[in-house]
């Protein structure tokens, strides 16, 4: 059964704390994804990973960064927490699609449940 | 920016009854995915299109990809409580890792 973990299902953090969130998937995907998702907006994508040590903005990257040293790893890092990061992360991973090809299925974590403070 | 919008975003209905979410963007998209989230979960792949016109049938769900490959539907036949959820589109351009996501529409299926 394929899996993807994420570290906390809640997490409190004050304001201009730094925070770590971690993801890890055991399917060996190239691509791995981090989003937040707030009533109303949808999913937005802050970043993503298509390879070790490979990282992309989304469209959503200010306040954020990334790290991804190993391929199962992928981790979001709220440099200086502020009350308007408060959302929902997820994590999400795949394969990579190929030059051409689309359709390729997002595998996703239970998400962890951010509130700043 | 590509958008995605979907409507309805919230819909209670009974059981039994048929409803239809849509899906519609300006934009073209080589693919097209429907997700279903339940709470305190993430999203769970549904079905993949990715030929206009195409249908796929899950069941009593239908799925179908506009001709031109902007829009798409999911009609559900007969609901039942264990649809209810968050139900998400998303659209992705050929050869890029990126999905752009809909704004999702709220299902609540009453026994």
Redesign the interface.
């Known amino acids: 059964d394929v899996k ?1 973990t994420q570290s906390s ?1 809640y997490l409190v953090k004050r304001t201009g704390e730094k925070v770590f969130l971690e993801c890890v998937q055991d399917m060996d995907h190239e ?1 791995m994804f981090w ?1 937040r998702q707030d009533p ?6 802050i970043y ?1 990973s ?1 390879d070790v040590k490979m990282k ?1 903005k ?2 959503i990257p200010e306040g954020y960064s990334v790290s991804r040293e190993k391929k199962e790893r992928f981790s979001l890092i709220l440099e200086s927490a502020s009350t308007n990061q408060t959302s929902m992360y ?1 994590c ?1 991973s ?1 394969l ?2 190929g ?5 390729y ?7 962890t449940r951010l509130t700043v403070t | 920016t590509q958008l995605l919008e979907q409507s309805p975003q919230f819909l209670s209905i009974q059981e039994g009854e048929n409803l239809t979410v849509y899906c519609n963007s300006s934009s073209v998209f080589s693919s097209l995915q429907w997700y279903r989230q339940e709470p305190g979960e993430g999203p769970v792949l549904l079905v993949t299109v990715v030929t206009g016109g195409e249908v796929k049938k899950l069941k009593r769900l239908t799925f179908q990809f506009g001709d031109a490959r902007k829009d798409s539907s999911l009609h559900i036949t007969a609901a039942q409580p264990g649809d209810t959820g968050l139900y998400l589109c998303a659209g992705a351009s050929s050869g890029t890792y990126k999905y752009i996501f809909g704004t999702g529409t709220r299902l609540k299926v009453l026994a």
């Open positions: 993807v299902r691509n989003y109303g907006l949808g999913l937005r994508l993503f298509y992309e989304g469209d997820l999400a795949s990579s699609p030059l051409g090809a689309s359709g299925e997002q595998y996703f974590g239970p998400g």
